[in-house]
């Protein structure tokens, strides 16, 4: 089991910045791929970055390329989501995920564990 805990969530302003963490423990050596997804109320949950253990490669969605930086700290098993010129259309519930099976992955059915969630509210 993965345990995952997420923090650092807030309310902005439109253009702020924010940063996310996430706190793994557990059997994390298991795994693979460390995710960023978010979900607005009455919508579907989205990618936003992924970022693989073993090399720290990232993989970001369009809409926060440039934007955001996934990154993560491996002494402390935590992963971070730097979020930069926030819009209001970001608000949502931001969750930290871990899959154990694929080195990439951008679907929540790729995922094994999942944080609680984070809110983020950006203000227009």
């Known amino acids: 089991q993965v345990q995952l805990v997420e923090s650092g969530g807030g309310l902005v302003q439109a253009g702020d910045s924010l940063r996310l963490s996430c706190a793994a423990s557990?059997?994390?050596?298991?795994?693979?791929?460390m995710g960023w997804f978010r979900q607005a109320p009455g919508k579907e949950r989205e990618f936003v970055a992924c970022?693989?253990?073993?090399?720290?490669?990232?993989y970001y969605a369009d809409s926060v390329k440039g934007r955001f930086t996934i990154s993560r700290d491996k002494s402390k098993n935590t992963v971070y989501l730097q979020m930069n010129t926030l819009k209001p259309e970001e608000t949502a519930v931001y969750y930290c995920?871990?899959?154990?099976?694929?080195?990439?992955?951008?679907?929540?059915?790729?995922?094994?564990?999942w944080g609680q969630g984070t809110q983020v509210t950006v203000s227009s």
């Open positions: 995920a871990a899959a154990e099976r694929y080195y990439y992955a951008t679907r929540p059915s790729q995922y094994n564990y």
């Open positions: 970022i693989r253990w073993s090399d720290d490669n990232t």
């Open positions: 557990g059997r994390t050596f298991s795994s693979r791929t």
